[in-house]
C-alpha cells in the first residue's frame, strides 16, 4: 500500500509563497499519477493540480493557473506544490492523492486510491 505524507503548509500574506511537498512510501512513485486537491471549510474537496506519472503532463484548475506549478521527483518519491501569489481564497488543507497511472478523469476525488493526511494553508492578513 501506498503511504503518503504532506508538508510545508503554514501561515502565509496574501501575495506570499510556499512549497507543499508530498513524499510517497509502499509503492513504486514512478507507476503513480499525482495529484493535488484541497479542501476550504465548509466546501467540497477541490482538485487542484496533477501531474503524471513521468512528469510530462500537468494539469490545473483555472483559478491556480499561472500562480501555482505541480512537479515531481522520481528519485526522491516527491511530489511539489509550488504555490506563488497567495490569496485569501487558497486558504485550505492541503491533500495529496495518488493513483495508478491509466485512463481516468484526474479531477475526481473519488478516482483516486490513496491520499495523505493533508497540510493546512492559511492567510494570515
Known amino acids: 500500500q501506498v503511504q503518503l505524507v504532506e508538508s510545508g503548509g503554514g501561515l502565509v500574506q496574501a501575495g506570499g509563497s510556499l512549497r507543499l511537498s508530498c513524499v510517497a512510501s509502499g509503492g513504486t512513485f514512478s507507476l503513480y499519477a499525482m495529484t493535488w486537491f484541497r479542501q476550504a471549510p465548509g466546501k467540497e474537496r477541490e482538485f487542484v493540480a496533477s501531474?503524471?506519472?513521468?512528469?510530462?503532463?500537468?494539469y490545473y484548475e483555472d483559478s491556480v493557473k499561472g500562480r501555482f506549478t505541480i512537479s515531481r521527483d522520481n528519485a526522491k518519491n516527491t511530489v511539489y506544490l509550488q504555490m506563488n501569489s497567495l490569496k485569501p481564497e487558497d486558504t485550505a488543507v492541503y491533500y495529496c492523492a495518488a493513483r495508478l497511472r491509466g485512463q481516468f478523469d484526474y479531477r475526481l476525488k473519488g478516482a483516486y486510491n490513496y491520499w495523505g493526511q493533508g497540510t493546512q494553508v492559511t492567510d494570515s492578513s
Open positions: 501531474i503524471n506519472f513521468s512528469g510530462d503532463y500537468t
